[in-house]
């Protein structure tokens, strides 16, 4: 762990500590964000049979010592081959941590790809960073290989390469262009035109969906499934989004056709809480 001048070994503890508390707050505040169509919230298991709110509060807080040591190890470094093994070496530890808490349900694996990367980011760049330089720093992490990673493919992977989509490889090797260009600036002009902090995250969360191949619903609900994500996403925001009226009525109908389907959009849920990580870091 390497110190810039005026910072000490114990700022980069608390900073750690900081990252990793946050992250795992955002986890369950995405769990617990309801209404959201297909997903685990707080009126019950969305699309799910194996999955349930305590399991996914439950598998958050056993992800809180993995965001930590991510942070810790990648505290002012450069992204390079030595870090991007670290960072992954330290997420399959911490999926093996999150199975264990669940056990065996996959509750998290694309939140620790994501969130991981970030945490990792925002250490790399110390306290202050915007969500731009974050995002750069996770990018660049994400193009480098980790010849330690499994080489099976799972379930998303195979999505994309059988619909020829991008995935969350692409996602976090391109910036996270679903958080910075779509679901940040909707939260925040959400919350600009007055809407409750809860319907503001539900709009973030249907600005991702208006665009992104999830490849929990491509695996789930094939083409036809996406296609039904996205539009019932882009009416929901059409309508005036989750503090009108209309809007409640678009996204009530999207539940619906979520559950018809048994379809659940858990990239985009990855990915809100991403969101809501660099809305909480770097609201200073």
Same mark, same amino acid.
């Given at each position: 762990?390497?110190?810039?001048?005026?910072?000490?070994?114990?700022?980069?503890?608390?900073?750690?500590?900081?990252?990793?508390?946050?992250?795992?707050?955002?986890?369950?505040? *995405?769990?617990?964000?309801?209404?959201?169509?297909?997903?685990?919230?707080?009126?019950?298991?969305?699309?799910?049979?194996?999955?349930?709110?305590?399991?996914?509060?439950?598998?958050?807080?056993?992800?809180?010592?993995?965001?930590?040591?991510?942070?810790?190890?990648?505290?002012?470094?450069? &992204?390079?081959?030595?870090?991007?093994?670290?960072?992954?070496?330290?997420?399959?530890?911490?999926?093996?941590?999150?199975?264990?808490?669940?056990?065996?349900?996959?509750?998290?694996?694309?939140?620790?790809?994501?969130?991981?990367?970030?945490?990792?980011?925002?250490?790399?760049?110390?306290?202050?960073?915007?969500?731009?330089?974050?995002?750069?720093?996770?990018?660049?992490?994400?193009?480098?290989?980790? *010849?330690?990673?499994?080489?099976?493919?799972?379930?998303?992977?195979?999505?994309?390469?059988?619909?020829?989509?991008?995935?969350?490889?692409? *996602?976090?090797?391109?910036?996270?262009?679903?958080?910075?260009?779509?679901?940040?600036?909707?939260?925040?002009?959400?919350?600009?035109?007055? &809407?409750?902090?809860?319907?503001?995250?539900?709009?973030?969360?249907?600005?991702?969906?208006?665009?992104?191949?999830?490849?929990?619903?491509?695996?789930?609900?094939?083409?036809?499934?996406?296609?039904?994500?996205?539009?019932?996403?882009?009416?929901?925001?059409?309508?005036?989004?989750?503090?009108?009226?209309?809007?409640?009525?678009?996204?009530?109908?999207?539940?619906?056709?979520?559950?018809?389907?048994?379809?659940?959009?858990?990239?985009?849920?990855?990915?809100?809480?991403?969101?809501?990580?660099?809305?909480?870091?770097?609201?200073?």
């Amino acid at each position: 762990m390497r110190l810039q001048p005026g910072f000490s070994a114990t700022d980069a503890e608390q900073y750690a500590e900081r990252l990793a508390r946050v992250a795992t707050d955002c986890l369950i505040a *995405e769990a617990r964000l309801s209404p959201k169509p297909g997903l685990v919230d707080a009126r019950g298991n969305g699309a799910h049979q194996d999955l349930s709110l305590a399991l996914m509060e439950r598998s958050a807080h056993s992800l809180t010592p993995t965001f930590c040591q991510l942070a810790l190890h990648s505290w002012q470094r450069r &992204a390079d081959i030595a870090l991007r093994q670290q960072v992954g070496k330290l997420g399959r530890e911490g999926e093996a941590s999150m199975m264990a808490a669940t056990n065996g349900v996959n509750t998290h694996r694309g939140a620790i790809w994501a969130l991981g990367l970030l945490v990792s980011a925002a250490a790399m760049q110390g306290d202050s960073a915007s969500a731009v330089l974050i995002t750069d720093s996770a990018a660049r992490l994400a193009q480098l290989p980790d *010849e330690a990673a499994p080489k099976s493919f799972s379930k998303g992977l195979r999505a994309t390469q059988r619909y020829q989509l991008p995935g969350a490889r692409e *996602e976090a090797q391109q910036r996270f262009p679903h958080v910075m260009q779509l679901a940040l600036p909707q939260l925040h002009r959400s919350r600009q035109q007055g &809407a409750s902090e809860a319907a503001a995250q539900l709009d973030a969360l249907m600005a991702i969906m208006t665009s992104l191949s999830d490849t929990c619903v491509l695996s789930r609900a094939g083409l036809a499934g996406l296609q039904a994500m996205q539009q019932g996403a882009k009416a929901v925001l059409i309508a005036g989004g989750c503090a009108q009226p209309a809007g409640r009525a678009a996204l009530a109908r999207l539940d619906s056709q979520m559950l018809a389907l048994n379809a659940s959009p858990g990239g985009a849920a990855d990915l809100l809480a991403a969101t809501l990580f660099l809305d909480r870091i770097t609201e200073h």
